[in-house]
Nanobody, 121 residues
């Protein structure tokens, strides 16, 4: 019912920047929150950043001051601007959203397929 399409991943050198995008589409009545998680090889999936419908945000301590999450409400699209990237930021980044669909009228979580981010010289 809801599709999330991520884009913007790739390979960059340490210190570089990337901008991830996540577009939500489908039978959406309203979006409560959108966020990014990441999972590195051999590690658990962890929250990177999250933005609530009112605009409040929260970040993992490891990315504070380097990453910025934002959202274009008109396009149901979320962005993650990642600056000063480090090798330890290497992971698959997953978009997630909590939405209320017109079908259920109750909050439901959806996940994207993920986009690879590799930081290496």
């Amino acid at each position: 019912q809801v599709q999330l399409v991520e884009s913007g991943g790739g390979l960059v050198q340490p210190g570089g920047s990337l901008r991830l995008s996540c577009a939500a589409s489908g039978n959406i009545f309203s979006i409560y929150s959108m966020g990014w998680y990441r999972q590195a090889p051999g590690k658990q999936r962890e929250l990177v950043a999250r933005i609530i419908s009112g605009g409040s945000t929260n970040y993992a301590d490891s990315v504070k001051g380097r990453f910025t999450i934002s959202k274009d409400n008109g396009k149901n699209t979320m962005y993650l601007q990642m600056n000063s990237l480090k090798p330890e930021d290497t992971a698959v980044y997953y978009c997630t959203t909590t939405v209320i669909t017109r079908a259920s009228m109750s909050p439901t979580d959806y996940w994207g397929r993920g986009t690879q981010v590799t930081i290496s010289s």
